[in-house]
């Protein structure tokens, strides 16, 4: 099966996970908890981007050359340290600086496959980023994810790795700092699959729960 069939039609079966979500104050991000129960489904998204397929900005967003510094040297023949270092990008949010997340994705394009880096530079969302986006970045939040906030979910029944493609399932801690002071800590689960491009692994598809 080719890595393209095979992440279409990825299904990692018996997810049992419980994920606090936190927030305070007037954010309006309610705590909750997420369980699914034995022998439910997992479907990494097939979509990460809300832009629905139209004209091409005549001008592309610039593209980073380089992984950010704060997530260090990436040892891109291991397919569980780009999974993390993606999940640590995508999720690493400054509303000092970001528009929108959508942002913080670019920055993970050193480590994405070319197709969804070129989904992500042409096709911006066109939806406005949500009233939670708007309310951390009253606060001027920045949402980190450090090395140790990333570890592997809980799973049953994944598909095994191939030569050339693999999925991962994460639990990631996002940190929130302001200038008041740091915010509750923000807990979740995403899917991400991969795909050898040469010799390095690359990032296909991202997802959250």
Request: glycine share 8%; proline share 10%.
């Amino acid at each position: 099966m080719s890595p393209a069939r095979l992440v279409a039609a990825v299904l990692v079966a018996g997810v049992v996970l419980v994920v606090a979500g936190c927030s305070s104050g007037s954010s309006g991000h309610t705590e909750r908890t997420v369980t699914s129960t034995p022998r439910t489904s997992f479907v990494i998204p097939t979509q990460t981007t809300s832009r629905v397929a139209a004209t091409p900005p005549s001008t592309p967003l610039p593209v980073p050359a380089s992984i950010p510094a704060e997530i260090g040297v990436v040892d891109q023949t291991s397919v569980d340290a780009v999974a993390a270092a993606v999940a640590r990008i995508w999720y690493g949010w400054d509303t000092t600086r970001d528009l929108t997340p959508h942002d913080a994705k670019l920055r993970a394009v050193p480590l994405l496959e070319p197709r969804l880096a070129q989904l992500l530079r042409d096709y911006p969302p066109i939806a406005g980023p949500g009233a939670d986006w708007l309310e951390l970045t009253a606060r001027s939040a920045v949402l980190s994810v450090p090395a140790d906030g990333v570890r592997p979910g809980v799973e049953a029944g994944a598909p095994a790795d191939t030569a050339t493609s693999a999925v991962r399932l994460l639990e990631i801690t996002q940190t929130v700092s302001t200038p008041d002071g740091p915010l509750p800590d923000r807990r979740l689960v995403v899917g991400l699959a991969l795909v050898k491009v040469g010799a390095e692994w690359r990032v296909t598809q991202v997802g959250t729960r």
